[in-house]
């Protein structure tokens, strides 16, 4: 019905750059807020970068200014720029999107996750 499909990670040395797209697709009208969240190994899932249905954005201190969401709302899409990436910069990164639906409610869908690995 709904699905939410991460790309572009990959293996990068210290100092390069990645940039992650997130596609929507399926039954939708339109979408609210997306975002990044990551997940070190061993630690826990953690905010990354939020932008809103009207451009607002926010970003985790350890990103401001190395990373810049976007969204291209007529192909559903949310993009993450990641510049002068750090090996603390190294996890998976997930796409969370919410949408609303006619039943007043709002709805929240991950993508399976692509992998970021940030060598020294």
């Known amino acids: 019905q709904v699905q939410v499909m991460e790309s572009g990670g990959g293996l990068v040395r210290t100092g390069g750059s990645l940039r992650l797209s997130c596609a929507a697709s399926?039954?939708?009208?339109?979408?609210?807020?997306m975002a990044w969240y990551r997940q070190p190994p061993g630690k826990q899932r953690e905010l990354v970068a939020r932008i809103s249905s009207i451009g607002s954005t926010n970003y985790a201190d350890s990103v401001k200014g190395r990373f810049t969401i976007s969204r291209d709302g007529a192909e559903n899409t949310v993009y993450l720029q990641m510049n002068n990436l750090k090996p603390e910069d190294t996890a998976v990164y997930y796409c969370?999107?919410?949408?609303?639906?006619?039943?007043?409610?709002?709805?929240?869908?991950w993508g399976q996750g692509t992998q970021v690995t940030v060598s020294s």
């Open positions: 969370n999107v919410e949408l609303p639906f006619p039943d007043g409610l709002q709805y929240y869908f």
């Open positions: 399926g039954s939708m009208l339109s979408i609210n807020d």
